[in-house]
């Protein structure tokens, strides 16, 4: 059965961090570019910081530069997002998606055609 299924998500105080995994399982997970997603409340989903298939070329949203940092490990068949800095705009439930795409990370972050979604991770940033 193909999942994702993303972990990591909680209550944080500004400031504070988090790392996010998104586990990926019935398919091979370095054969896919992976985004990572969030909407918040009343707000349209975003493209946070996505990773390329191949070269593991990265792309971040301007807000979050500097703060979050996406990887994979495709031995774990894993991708995370450290999100240090945090701050309360960054409040939203946080989705991993996959395409199996050599397309750019600046355009997978568009999430448009992902093959497959997790669930969601909520991340709450307040004191």
Do not use: H
């Not at 999100?83 to 989705?95: F, G, H, I």
């Amino acid at each position: 059965q193909v999942q994702l299924v993303e972990s990591g998500g909680g209550l944080v105080q500004p400031g504070g961090s988090l790392r996010l995994s998104c586990a990926a399982s019935g398919f091979t997970l370095g054969a896919y570019a992976i985004g990572w997603f969030r909407q918040a409340p009343g707000k349209e989903r975003e493209g946070v910081s996505c990773i390329s298939r191949s070269v593991g070329s990265t792309y971040y949203r301007d807000s979050v530069k500097g703060r979050f940092t996406i990887s994979r490990d495709n031995a774990k068949s894993t991708v995370y997002l450290q999100m240090n800095s945090l701050k309360p705009e960054d409040t939203a439930v946080y989705y991993c998606g996959a395409i199996r795409s050599f397309v750019a990370a600046p355009t997978i972050c568009q999430g448009i055609n992902m093959d497959y979604w997790g669930k969601g991770t909520l991340v709450t940033v307040s004191s």
